[in-house]
């Protein structure tokens, strides 16, 4: 079995994930792949974190580039 981080260690994983993203603009699809916990890992679950940094105006992107267009 996998397991995923404690509530409160995933809760602060987030919020520095946002911040980060809110900073620059964008979060690497590698930053949040690594942010992810491996029981988070179907296409539904991605799909659904980033559709959360969407709405929160952050892009994503393999490069740089990427997640600034």
């Known amino acids: 079995m996998i ?11 987030t919020k520095a994930l946002v911040q980060l993203g809110r ?19 179907s296409p539904n679950d991605l799909e659904l974190a980033m559709s959360l940094f969407g709405r929160l105006g952050i892009g994503i992107g393999a490069t740089e580039k990427e997640g600034l267009e």
């Open 23 to 41: 900073k620059r603009g964008f979060v690497l699809v590698d930053e949040l792949n690594a942010f992810l916990p491996p029981s988070a890992s």
């Open 3 to 13: 397991q995923t981080p404690p509530s409160e260690s995933y809760f602060d994983l």
